[in-house]
């Protein structure tokens, strides 16, 4: 069982910057590769970031490659987003999956209980 608790959201203007925290709990947390994902009203869930198990490995979506950073340590994940967009304003998640393809959320067993960003023009 993995609990996780973002933090980090809020009002920033377009072109500034804000760092997500992920704080997974338990002892095997480093054994499950991560993902960032964001949702807006009616739509679906969409992919941002994921990090293998131990850091080793990364994957962007399009749309916030060249901007946002995925990392971790220890018992956290980071997901630094540089250059804001007003379409980048949603609730973002992060997840813990076992397997799977890491840009599926279907994937993902355990998930935070999100943190709004909300990027200004």
């Known amino acids: 069982q993995v609990q996780l608790v973002e933090s980090g959201g809020g009002l920033v203007q377009a072109g500034g910057s804000l760092r997500l925290s992920c704080a997974g709990s338990g002892r095997t947390f480093s054994n499950y590769p991560m993902g960032w994902f964001r949702q807006s009203p009616r739509k679906e869930r969409e992919f941002v970031a994921s990090?293998?198990?131990?850091?080793?490995s990364t994957n962007y979506a399009d749309s916030v490659k060249g901007r946002f950073t995925i990392s971790r340590d220890k018992n956290m994940v980071y997901l630094q987003m540089n250059s804001l967009k007003p379409e980048d304003t949603t609730v973002y998640y992060c997840?813990?999956?076992?397997?799977?393809?890491?840009?599926?959320?279907?994937?993902?067993?355990?998930w935070g209980q999100g943190t709004q960003v909300t990027v200004s023009s």
């Open positions: 997840a813990a999956r076992y397997s799977g393809a890491a840009d599926s959320a279907t994937n993902y067993a355990y």
């Open positions: 990090i293998s198990a131990y850091g080793g």
